[in-house]
């Protein structure tokens, strides 16, 4: 089982996500982290918004994502593709010279997002609460991010996959889904 959480900087992705690993793990069953991978970039950190700067996030992500899913039952993903994509195109990535790299990259994309079993879409954020670069979008606005967001969660048509929630409902919303998941799992024959 693979659950991302979506949305713009500072809105609780990550405290819910480790929440959510910590009560699936209380029930005995296994479960990994996945930190978003712009947390580690260094290019970001640094300043650097370019193509290459996402396309290594990106890259970063999907190696996170896959050396933890062997032999987990689930895997829990702080941020997805989607945010990267979203960041991107608000910085005008898709129109840059570099449109055809970055439309292959959505494309690549719109496929990998058919591995979440559901992707939390958080709506809102609480502010940014902290100093790390990595989390601070002074140069994308929150509005634009989310349209594109959802703008790609219908072209990619993975709505069904998706539950829109607040920041204030996330952590419960997330846990009521997997607690869904858990006890159908263990009443499997």
Not at 7 to 33: D, M, P, Q, W, Y
Not at 161 to 166: G, S
């Amino acid at each position: 089982m693979k659950i991302g959480f979506s949305g713009f900087s500072a809105s609780g992705k990550t405290s819910a996500a480790h929440e959510l690993v910590a009560n699936i793990k209380k029930r005995s069953v296994t479960c990994a982290f996945v930190s978003g991978a712009a947390r580690s970039s260094r290019k970001l950190t640094s300043g650097d918004l370019s193509l290459d700067m996402h396309l290594e996030v990106i890259g970063r992500q999907l190696v996170k994502e896959t050396s933890v899913s062997n032999g987990t039952e689930y895997v829990v993903c702080d941020r997805t593709m989607l945010d990267y994509l979203a960041y991107g195109e608000c910085r005008g990535l898709c129109e840059s010279e570099h449109k055809e790299l970055f439309l292959s990259m959505k494309d690549f994309c719109k496929r990998w997002m058919r591995t979440y079993d559901v992707i939390f879409i958080v709506d809102g954020s609480f502010g940014n609460r902290d100093l790390d670069n990595a989390r601070v979008a002074n140069d994308v606005v929150e509005k634009d991010f989310m349209h594109s967001l959802n703008r790609m969660v219908d072209a990619f048509e993975i709505r069904d996959r998706t539950v829109q929630v607040t920041p204030a409902d996330l952590s419960s919303e997330a846990w009521a889904w997997v607690q869904g998941s858990l006890d159908g799992f263990e009443n499997a024959p």
